[in-house]
């Protein structure tokens, strides 16, 4: 038998928590969250996309922080729940990529995956927008084996930080690790 426990999270504090605790010990907690309608901005993936063409190609050459500093300034400047929101949205655009024909591409070149190669290129076909993002999901056989962009992997965590000054706890909606999209690879 359960028992249902509703606080608004922004009453969740220590002591919230230490109270929960107490009480119900070593049970194990589901935690479910209902989102309010009203107030609450939402990023969709038509902005998420426009956060993207902020990225400074002009400055490749001078290294990647300074590519992605636009993005970051403008992440940081949205609320908290935005930057989270662009995490997940991140998260599954990667995370669709995570194909068996998708990593093809580099399985001809090389008969070896790099997870890591394969995860910073996906983060390249992002980076480059949606209208390449669209064509690489559509035809795997246009996977960059090239390019790599492992900077916008920490963006929203960089934001974050640089909104509140604390580092960013955050696990992603979906599991964005080479191999995790079981669909893709067939599993």
């Given amino acids: 038998m359960g028992t249902t426990i509703t606080i608004n999270a922004k009453d969740l ?5 230490k109270a929960i605790q107490e009480r119900f010990g070593d049970a194990e907690l589901e935690i479910q969250v209902q989102h309010s309608t009203e107030n609450v901005s939402h990023l969709s993936s038509d902005e998420c996309w426009a956060l993207i063409g902020r990225l400074d190609w002009i400055q490749e050459d001078a290294g990647d922080n300074l590519v992605i500093a636009p993005l970051l300034d403008a992440l940081s400047e949205l609320p908290i729940r935005n930057i989270y929101q662009f995490a997940d949205w991140l998260s599954e655009m990667l995370w669709n990529l995570d194909t ?7 399985l001809e070149e090389d008969e070896y995956l790099s997870v890591d190669d394969f995860l910073y290129a996906r983060c390249a076909v992002v980076a480059n927008g949606q209208d390449f993002y669209q064509q690489v999901l559509e035809t795997p056989a ?8 492992e900077a916008l992997l920490y963006v929203p965590q960089e934001a974050f930080q640089k909104k509140t000054g604390e580092k960013m706890v955050y ?8 191999y995790s999209n079981k669909e893709g690879w067939g599993k």
Avoid: G, R, S
């Fill in 142 to 149: 246009d996977m960059p084996t090239d390019v790599t962009f």
């Fill in 13 to 17: 504090n220590e002591k919230a928590i």
């Fill in 100 to 106: 068996q024909a998708h990593a093809q591409v580099f």
């Fill in 171 to 178: 696990v992603p909606l979906f599991n964005y690790e080479t």
